[in-house]
């Protein structure tokens, strides 16, 4: 029995066979209709995350499966004070797996070590979300056919947005990959991505300051949002905000095959007179989320 | 100042000066009957000074407690008079309820009787890091 909490758990070619096996579910979907007949995820959402969690219910019943769960600890037992420990070995007595998401960082781990039925993370805290970074893969191989030979640009709050540490990662694993990251002084990467991951690996980077200047040699271009918290004066936020929203404007030298992600829900970082620019992804990117936690409950309650 | 050598029993020699209370607390010394000296401030050719314990009873330690609280300890287990075996420590991979996470956003804050983990993820610099959130916890090395 397994269970996913971090994308590091994922070998390289674990993450290949999800990939193969999404673009099989999207080419054949009659094929794997009743492939989790009789089976049931439960869905236990200690925080709301509406997006995620119809995510993981659709990829269950697209399965011919059943899905049983909460969407927020108000009236669940955690609100009673019901340690994770506990609840999960009560629910995984009425569901083959779980998808669990927690606003503590750690939770899915202590929720895998004591349940009976595979654990999915749907997210804890700011810590892992490994069904965003694979729904991330999906969309950069269904777009380029590839994970190699890229020139990736990852713009906005690349300090604490955990997607884009686990997507840098992620994509280390794969040959000539090179990253440009783009980002405010005060959002830059952290030193220790840096050091563990980007230097460790031998792995080319840049770090700027302007996406205009970045974007003419980006194959991929990913977005993500600049939140007001994070700076320590609303003059910063106010005067670096724009710089970091994407138009037609700063796409003007961008190449034709550009392909641009964002892990959604966006405020208002991309533009919406993007939207219909077919190198605009990022709705796609949802509905390969679907795809790739449909082959991901596959491989975990190990159906063919 | 005189202690007498002991027959059968557990020295820690070569602790940090200054640290010899901490290992005393952390292994539970003080539940001990047997007779257990405190060496303080000895004189030490490499360390300047250092402190020491001698136990007179034969015990068994938890080496990850005290190589995670100071690694430069010496144990030698003594029997019969004589050291029958000797050991250097080193930071273990793993310490479990010694330390605890500080990360006020980790599951191990709210979670009831979850064991406290450290995995040791850099030898070289002593960083442990929290099994649950992954935050880093510095292993002191000098005893506070
Ligand atoms: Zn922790």
Redesign the interface.
């Known amino acids: 029995m397994r269970s996913l909490i971090d994308i590091k758990e994922l070998s390289t070619a674990e993450i290949d066979e999800l990939i193969t096996v999404s673009k099989d579910i999207i080419a054949n979907p009659v094929k794997y209709s009743e492939k989790c007949r009789g089976k049931k995820l439960a869905t236990l959402f200690y925080e709301p995350s509406t997006r995620t969690r119809l995510s993981f219910e659709a990829a269950m019943y697209e399965l011919g499966g059943n899905v049983l769960g909460f969407a927020s600890s108000d009236n669940s037992s955690a609100s009673k004070g019901e ?3 506990d609840t999960v070995r009560v629910v995984s007595g009425y569901a083959d797996i779980i998808a669990m998401r ?6 899915p ?2 929720a895998s070590m004591h349940s009976l039925v595979p654990i999915i993370n749907a997210g ?4 892992n979300h490994p069904t965003q970074t694979l729904a991330d893969l999906l969309t950069i191989n269904r777009e380029k056919g590839r994970f190699d030979n890229l020139t990736v640009g990852l713009c906005g709050d690349l300090k604490f947005g955990r997607t884009v540490h686990s997507l840098i990662g992620a994509m280390s694993r794969y040959d000539n990959v090179k990253f440009v990251l783009i980002s405010p002084e005060e959002l830059r990467i952290p030193g220790y991505i840096k050091k563990e991951i980007l230097d460790r690996g031998n792995i080319d980077y840049v770090e700027t300051r302007s996406l205009e200047d970045a974007v003419p040699e980006l194959d991929i271009l990913y977005m993500t949002r600049v939140q007001r918290e994070r700076f320590f004066n609303e003059d910063d936020y106010i005067r670096l905000k724009d710089t970091y929203i994407l138009n037609s404007g700063k796409l003007a030298k961008a190449k034709k095959d550009l392909s641009i992600l964002h892990p959604l829900p966006r405020v208002n970082e991309i533009s919406v007179e993007i939207d219909n620019d077919p190198r605009a992804c990022y709705f796609e990117q949802t509905l390969n989320g679907k795809y790739i936690r449909m082959a991901l409950i596959l491989k975990l309650l190990g159906v063919e | 100042m005189i202690v007498n050598p002991i027959k059968n029993g557990v020295v820690l020699d070569h602790i940090h000066a200054g640290g010899a209370m901490s290992i005393y607390k952390a292994l539970n010394l003080d539940k001990l009957g047997c007779q257990v000296a405190i060496i303080k401030n000895a004189e030490s050719e490499k360390m300047g000074k250092k402190d020491i314990l001698k136990i007179c009873e034969p015990i068994d330690i938890n080496f990850d407690v005290i190589g995670y609280l100071d690694p430069g300890i010496t144990v030698s287990i003594i029997k019969d008079g004589k050291v029958a075996e000797r050991k250097h420590l080193e930071l273990p991979e793993k310490v479990e309820g010694i330390i605890k996470c500080s ?1 006020p ?8 009787e ?1 064991p406290s983990v450290f995995k040791l993820t850099d030898r070289e610099k002593r960083v442990y890091r ?6 880093k916890f510095k292993s002191q090395g000098d005893i506070k």
């Open positions: 340690s994770v420990a927690h606003p503590k960082e750690g939770a781990l202590v804890d805290g700011g810590h | 990360n956003r980790c599951i191990s804050s709210v979670e009831q979850l929290c099994i649950y959130c992954e935050s």
